[in-house]
């Protein structure tokens, strides 16, 4: 257990390209961080910085109080889970996960104990004595888990440990690492690259983009006010729909204008726009689930209603998305799954304008405060 | 259309046993030779099976011309040579196949380079070199010359093993609290058993048959090895047939002990389990 100080981090490899750009974090005690962003990203190369598994170019790396810069991997007191699990296939189950012990000669009864005790709470005790090769993928990645367990590290390092398992398997190993992280109340960094993964474990989530941090924020806090449109767009599925539009002032009241569509903004939004964005252009967010086709909405604030070609009815069972036209604009929409839409109909929608989201079209930086 | 499959099954049979007569031949012959007495070697019809089985060319070659001697020569050269050449081919081939580092392609290309160039080319250098070293007639000298020049093979070969093996393995062991030195010969080196052991049987196997560094640098009885050993029983006027046929055998043995030993190994996958799969 323990806190993590990451400070003007860059990492800079041989040639020039920068894949981390002054990474600034402080990560508290028993906290669970998700590092999320796009391939290539730079969130992988954070996490294998602070397990010394890469050099760091500059800037400055805390685990506690310890500046751990130039301290080689096994003595940073980390455990890390790996992508592809990473088991040593010459040695059992067991041997998998007492090696770090026995490298460190803890006592043969104490690394037994330990053993035994991780693989009750995985429900490997069955395998012990298996070698990775029997073992299928969702079992390798619980005894890469139990690994990491036994050490009882101060930080637990993962890298995208469940994009190799499959859809069913993910989601549970998704909430079982949850729990864990409940159980073991130990720092956490998590890697990944499925947003949903991101959503559901976080307690804070470190957005990341061509090597440089976006938001750092709780993930209700992401997804309701993200800080610019790749956040609003990365974060959510389906994402975010985003228009370009121009703010209008008429007769007191702040209108969005899109093709030929004007909808009324509330007050409570204009608050908190900056005046000097009135009569400009910008980009108008909204969320699919904040798009209504309910005939009580659409009564309730003819205002934020206009017309939209339906291209296609995605039903899923608990929810239908729709796929609309309107003008140039392509949007998705959240329904209620008994909504009687036909694809090639043209339905009357509404913005849900309390829920709406501006960004500046040159900066793309959300623009409400 | 059923008997045309049938067709091809007999075909692939027939062709595959006339290849296999064509390579097993040989050894039967030198087999069978061995054990032939002077007389029935030379006797028309040729014998295909001895009418008579004796051990007279195997006592002929321990008891005459101290074929033990030059058989445990061979082993202790091939050996060192071999193993010398794993060990830094073992090193190199691991810095060939992680790091990152200005002229890496250069130092491939350079090994490569020392692999087109034929052995007799460096023959009169390589002499007057271990006449420098004070090295002639001693079985250092062998010893010297195959790891030379077997190293750039087995870095080239084992450098392809490491990279078939995922970086993430020793990651994980240095994690968990090894250097990397201890890692690689912790989890990397038992993982890699399979390419270490075909990389060593290739090496045993040619210091074993290497015979012109043997001839040119061992010209004393006592240090000489199998293949120059088998090389004195042919002579200006005279081939001793049944003496030679058994030097072979008794020279191909540890080789195929060798392959008993490893062939769990070489049939099974290098890392299978460790990762995805």
Redesign the interface.
Known sequence: MAKLVLKNINKVYPGGVKAVIDFNLEIEDKEFVVLVGPSGCGKSTTLRMVAGLEEISSGELYIGDRLVNDISPKDRDIAMVFQNYALYPHMNVYDNMAFGLKLRKTPKAEIERRVKEAASILGIESLLKRKPKALSGGQRQRVALGRAIVREPKVFLMDEPLSNLDAKLRVQMRTEIAKLHERLQTTFIYVTHDQTEAMTMGSRIVVMKDGYIHQVDTPQNIYDYPVNTFVAGFIGSPQMNFIDGKLLKENDKIYINFNDTKLLIPEGVIKKIDPAYFGREVILGIRPEDIHDEAAFLDYFPEYCFNAKVDVVELLGSETFLYLTSGENSLTARVDPRSNTRTGDTIKIGFDMNKLHLFDKITTKRILS | MKKRSLLIKILKVVVLGIFLVYTIFPFYWILITSFKSRQDIFTMPIQYWPKVFTLENYREIFEISNFGRYFMNSLIVSMVGAGGSLLAGLLGGYVLARF?FKGKTNILFLYLLTQMVPGFLILAPLYTLMSKLNLINKLGSLMVAYTAMLIPYCTISLRGFFQRI?E??E?????????RLYALFK?VT??M?PGIAATYIFTFVQCWNEVFQAIMFIDIEANKTIPVALNSFIMKYDINWGALSAGTVISIIPTIILFGFIQKYMAAGL???????
């Open positions: 990152q995922p993430s393995i990651e994980a062991a240095m994690i968990d609290g090894c250097s989890v038992p993982v058993l890392t299978d389990g460790a990762i995805k799969g």
